[in-house]
């Protein structure tokens, strides 16, 4: 009885691990080089580093070799975590279901915005902000941390449902293709932009908007329908 009491608790223990090890998703960067990436469109670029186990865009310095990093994979519904700082008015963003037969990965995948709201130069609508479906939707009562702290942020996209969570706190929510987000996206720059939102299926893409960012601890658990 107390052999079989064992067997039946060290079964318990590891179904408890293999749950908690799925639960936690596949890492998208292994913290040392850019297995799984590559540069939007095969673009050459020297903007992009890996140190000390952080992917690193560096700032411009007038070299044109610039490009978005976007993963190898494209992925359908699943939930995206990672973290990031940013400098003084820094500017960046997370893309997703990005599509390659247009110039810029914007014009295919939402994005969610990563921004200096208060330091960054001019001045910046609330769909600029931090946390918000760029262009779109304003993220509600966002609570980034001080330039210079690592945010916690995630995307959840499970069919045509969409949420952006920042810092602990869903802050956007919406429907792909409703009626709303319609209605939205006449309204804004995306007007005229027939493939954005469209595809069902696309890359992972992070920013290079020509500032520095940080970023680590990149994490998709995938969803099966």
């Not at 992917?55 to 494209?74: E, M, S, V, Y």
């Not at 200096?116 to 001045?123: E, L, S």
């Not at 210079?148 to 929510?173: D, F, P, Q, T």
Request: aromatic share 12%; proline share 4%.
């Amino acid at each position: 009885m107390k052999h079989l009491l064992k067997i039946t608790l060290l079964a318990i223990l590891i179904s408890g691990c293999q749950s908690k090890e799925t639960n936690q998703g596949t890492p998208l960067f292994n913290g040392k080089d850019f297995s799984g990436w590559r540069f939007y469109k095969g673009r050459e670029n020297n903007s992009w580093e890996v140190v000390d186990g952080v992917l690193h865009c560096k700032p411009f310095d007038g070299n044109d070799k610039r490009a978005d990093l976007i993963t190898d994979k494209q992925y359908e519904n699943f939930e995206l975590s990672w973290e990031w700082k940013l400098p003084a008015q820094g500017n960046s963003g997370m893309m997703f279901r990005v599509t390659e037969e247009f110039d810029e990965p914007y014009l295919s995948g939402p994005e969610y915005q990563m921004l200096d709201d208060i330091g960054y130069p001019g001045k910046i609508e609330e769909w600029q902000k931090t946390g918000a479906n760029y262009g779109v939707h304003v993220a509600e009562s966002a609570k980034p941390k001080p330039i210079g702290e690592w945010n916690e942020s995630k995307i959840i996209v499970n069919g045509n449902h969409v949420e952006h969570w920042l810092n602990g706190k869903k802050v956007v929510a919406y429907e792909l293709g409703s009626a709303d987000w319609k209605e939205r996206k006449a309204k804004s720059k995306w007007n005229e932009a027939s493939g954005y939102g469209a595809a069902t299926k696309g890359h992972i893409a992070i920013q290079d908007h020509g500032s520095e960012v940080w970023v680590r601890n990149v994490n998709i658990l995938e969803i099966r329908q």
